[in-house]
């Protein structure tokens, strides 16, 4: 990590820049890219006012924040603070967008092999079915034994065509024309 500093009206001491730098060292575990890492603190004294900025070079990004202050100290601990909230909110957007970008490879992967869905709803032919001229309650003794959840027959009392279904309660539901 490359600091780089600039006092105006003010003697940029070691002791202030062992501060800066144990500061950044507690934050290793967000800035794990030392190398392209390099930090531009700026001190200053206005009007009695101790105020201190960084600029921060990190991963393409440059995060800043500055603060003003009765203690050069103080100013710098606030500022170096605001730098590490930015620094987080950068670091779980890149996660989170590498974490959607896996999720889409990892849906277009396996839906690969599949044909494509589409918007509409499909209509897929099934086996015809004999429709024989039966009662209702013959019809719900035959559905009884099938396989489906739904019997089409002609009504033998009205000669036209019915539907008797299994419903989720148990019993049968007749659709009648």
């Known amino acids: 990590m490359k600091f780089e500093y600039t006092g105006r009206h003010i003697e940029v001491t070691p002791a202030l820049r062992t501060h800066v730098e144990d500061h950044f060292a507690k934050l290793g575990h967000l800035f794990n890219n030392k190398d392209e890492l390099s930090a531009h603190v700026i001190m200053g004294v206005e009007k009695g006012r101790h105020k201190s900025e960084i600029v921060l070079n990190w991963r393409h990004e440059i995060l800043t924040a500055n603060t003003s202050n009765s203690d050069m100290y103080l100013s710098l601990s606030q500022t170096i603070a605001k730098i590490e909230k930015q620094g987080l909110k950068l670091k779980k957007k890149i996660i989170d967008k590498h974490h959607r970008k896996a999720k889409k490879v990892g849906a277009i992967e396996s839906d690969g092999d599949s044909a494509p869905e589409t918007t509409a709803p499909r209509i897929i032919n099934a086996r015809g079915y004999d429709v024989k001229p039966v009662s209702p309650e013959e019809a719900a003794m035959l ?35």
Do not use: C, H
Not at 145 to 156: G, K
Not at 157 to 170: C, L, N, Q, S, Y
């Open 143 to 177: 559905l009884g034994s099938e396989v489906n959840q739904f019997l089409v027959f002609r009504n033998a009392d009205t000669e036209r065509i019915a539907v008797m279904f299994k419903r989720k309660d148990g019993n049968y539901g007749l659709i009648q024309p």
